[in-house]
T-cell receptor
Framework: NAGVTQTPKFQVLKTGQSMTLQCAQDMNHEYMSWYRQDPGMGLRLIHYSVGAGITDQGEVPNGYNVSRSTTEDFPLRLLSAAPSQTSVYFC????????????FGPGTRLTVL | AQKVTQAQTEISVVEKEDVTLDCVYETRDTTYYLFWYKQPPSGELVFLIRRNSFDEQNEISGRYSWNFQKSTSSFNFTITASQVVDSAVYFCALTKDRGDFGNEKLTFGTGTRLTIIP
């Protein structure tokens, strides 16, 4: 049971490049989310999913796309990277009721030059 | 809209001192969950506690204790006899209790960086 895994751990992009941050969980959780962490701002929700085929926007969705074709995977796509997207990205999955426990991945540190 | 305020940006205490981290929240929801997470220098997020708004009992887990006061919308976290390993950034978070649905949308505070001085 690996929990929530994220790849890559580190990535450097040039402005305008696109890439996909991978997130996978092996706990059969329906609920998954993407957050970004910036200095002095805590974690902010980008997108979330309540099950395969269902996604919705969070607080800061602009510049990011998601899809959820399987329960296990929830990739985050940067369409055209910008320096403002330099951040640490965390993926999370949740058990749902009644425990409602959130499990976070180890994070991906992204730098956009 | 929901909001979590952690007014203490950074705190430093000498080892073995007690320290309290403050968390004040705002929500219009009648039922909700509150969380504390620890982020050590290695960067991962470690779950510490989840508290439902119905349960106002204080909780103690070893050197950690939590004081939930609905009347003041606060959920403060105290570390007793602090240790160097407690040095980390601590986040308070809030989510609506959606009953049969999950809590996939957390609202985080900006975090408090705690440094324990040996």
């Amino acid at each position: 049971n690996a929990g929530v895994t994220q790849t890559p751990k580190f990535q450097v992009l040039k402005t305008g490049q696109s890439m996909t941050l991978q997130c996978a969980q092996d706990m059969n959780h329906e609920y998954m989310s993407w957050y970004r962490q910036d200095p002095g701002m805590g974690l902010r929700l980008i997108h979330y999913s309540v099950g395969a085929g269902i996604t919705d926007q969070g607080e800061v969705p602009n510049g990011y796309n998601v899809s959820r074709s399987t329960t296990e995977d929830f990739p985050l796509r940067l369409l055209s990277a910008a320096p403002s997207q330099t951040s640490v990205y965390f993926c999370a999955s949740s058990t749902g009721p009644p425990l409602n426990e959130q499990f976070f991945g180890p994070g991906t540190r992204l730098t956009v030059l | 809209a929901q909001k979590v305020t952690q007014a203490q940006t950074e705190i430093s205490v000498v080892e073995k001192e007690d320290v309290t981290l403050d968390c004040v929240y705002e929500t219009r929801d009648t039922t909700y969950y509150l969380f504390w997470y620890k982020q050590p220098p290695s960067g991962e997020l470690v779950f510490l506690i989840r508290r439902n708004s119905f349960d106002e009992q204080n909780e103690i887990s070893g050197r950690y204790s939590w004081n939930f006061q609905k009347s003041t919308s606060s959920f403060n976290f105290t570390i007793t006899a602090s240790q160097v390993v407690d040095s980390a950034v601590y986040f308070c978070a809030l989510t609506k209790d959606r009953g049969d649905f999950g809590n996939e949308k957390l609202t985080f505070g900006t975090g408090t960086r705690l440094t324990i001085i040996p």
